[in-house]
């Protein structure tokens, strides 16, 4: 974690502005971010003024989930935090933004602002004033990562604050949430029904979601479970891996020995979200 001097914290909240200005940035952007940050940043944005105390911690989102998103539709995602500050808090702000260095324009690939400033509850403590924090960002892939898939990975909660002297306070690695590419996956198992012993054939197809195109596409070369449920158990039992194609296709084969489903099973990767085929019932005579 790194908290701003009071030099950084200006030049840090800047350079997330110029990043969400429309036409900024080359992976994500939300145009409610522009407007917030730059708010944010004008509020008091002289190198001279003095840095705020406040210290944040205990940053949540999305519950602690992995934010998974399909191609359409919006997604809204909750974050939690508390702020502690000496003098008390006038106003606190939250963003979600990926790269590694948030003063520099150059590392920076992408922003999100919330729908509104966090709601924060006031408590007095010893020395000083805690608060507890809530905020949400609404999140549209077809909107905000159009510009590029590449987004998908880490994020980071950037959070600012001023106090009642507006001594600004910034800290742009709070924690840490994982933004997801939805996947889908297919299984079907042939011929139905089927002689003990005989082969069955299990086939289907991995696909993920492309913020660029709007579509699901093949998720190439990517390990994928072949699980069996026998017919009253309520267990499925892994009976092999195997690869999708190149195409994101799967075929294997198994013997036939009793009444059950096959399912195919994905285990998800830092960019795509897991996915599990409906089983397939297959009879065995």
Not at 14 to 36: C, I, K, W, Y
Not at 118 to 129: D, F, H, R, S
Not at 141 to 149: I, L, Q, T
Request: charged share 20%; glycine share 12%; with cysteine.
């Amino acid at each position: 974690m790194r908290t701003y001097t009071a030099a950084t914290a200006v030049s840090g909240a800047l350079v997330l502005s110029a990043l969400v200005l429309p036409g900024a940035a080359q992976g994500a952007e939300h145009h409610d971010a522009a407007t917030d940050l730059r708010s944010f940043a004008s509020h008091n944005a002289r190198p001279q003024d003095p840095i705020g105390g406040t210290t944040f911690k205990n940053g949540v989102i999305n519950k602690g989930k992995d934010i998974v998103l399909g191609v359409t539709g919006k997604k809204a995602v909750p974050v939690t935090f508390t702020a502690f500050d000496e003098e008390g808090l006038a106003l606190t702000q939250a963003f979600l933004w990926q790269g590694t260095d948030s003063s520099n324009t150059d590392t920076i690939t992408g922003a999100l602002g919330t729908d509104d400033d966090p709601v924060c509850t006031e408590t007095t403590v010893a020395g000083g004033y805690s608060y507890s924090c809530a905020t949400v960002f609404t999140i549209d892939p077809a909107v905000d990562f159009k510009g590029g898939n590449g987004v998908a990975g880490p994020w980071k909660l950037f959070l600012g604050a001023y106090d009642l002297y507006l001594n600004i306070s910034i800290d742009d690695d709070v924690t840490r949430g994982s933004i997801k590419r939805a996947a889908k996956l297919t299984a079907n198992a042939s011929p139905e029904p089927v002689k003990k012993g005989k082969t069955i054939t299990v086939t289907g197809k991995l696909s993920r979601a492309n913020w660029t195109t709007g579509k699901y596409a093949g998720y190439v070369s990517q390990p994928v479970k072949l699980q069996f449920r026998k017919k009253g158990s309520s267990t499925y039992t892994t009976l092999k891996t195997v690869k999708t194609s190149s195409t994101g296709t799967l075929s294997t084969t198994t013997k036939a020995g009793s009444d059950g489903y096959y399912r195919f099973v994905f285990a998800g990767t830092t960019t795509t979200g897991t996915a599990t085929a409906p089983g397939d019932f297959v009879d065995v005579r």
